[in-house]
């Protein structure tokens, strides 16, 4: 089993930063693509960030510019650094990890975090 847990979430002023993380463990042999999606109340998921195994990189339009993902393959965990957040930032940020449990096996899984809540607002 793999299990995904993200931190980093709170409150934060207009135009300030906030950094979250997410770290990956359990049974892991490898893990392709790392992702930041987030949720509003009323809205659907969307996504937010993500990063392949590789360090490619791809970032939802409203947020480019602003927010840096990043990884640690060490530590199977994935970052998400937020800067000149907006009010329109608020929501539940959720990490997903695209991770293949067995090295005997191909099968890739996704994963989910259970969540971390940004609100900014002053």
């Known amino acids: 089993q793999v299990q995904v847990v993200e931190s980093g979430g709170g409150l934060v002023q207009p135009g300030g930063s906030l950094r979250v993380s997410c770290a990956a463990s359990?049974?892991?042999?490898?893990?392709?693509?790392m992702g930041w999606y987030r949720q509003a109340p009323g809205a659907q998921r969307e996504l937010v960030a993500a990063i392949t195994d590789g360090g490619s990189t791809n970032y939802a339009d409203s947020v480019k510019g602003r927010f840096t993902i990043s990884r640690d393959n060490a530590k199977n965990t994935v970052y998400l650094q937020m800067s000149s957040l907006k009010p329109e930032d608020t929501a539940v940020y959720y990490c997903?990890?695209?991770?293949?449990?067995?090295?005997?096996?191909?099968?890739?899984?996704?994963?989910w975090g259970q969540g971390t809540q940004v609100t900014v607002s002053s």
């Open positions: 997903n990890v695209d991770a293949r449990p067995s090295a005997i096996r191909t099968n890739v899984y996704r994963y």
């Open positions: 359990g049974r892991i042999f490898s893990i392709a693509t």
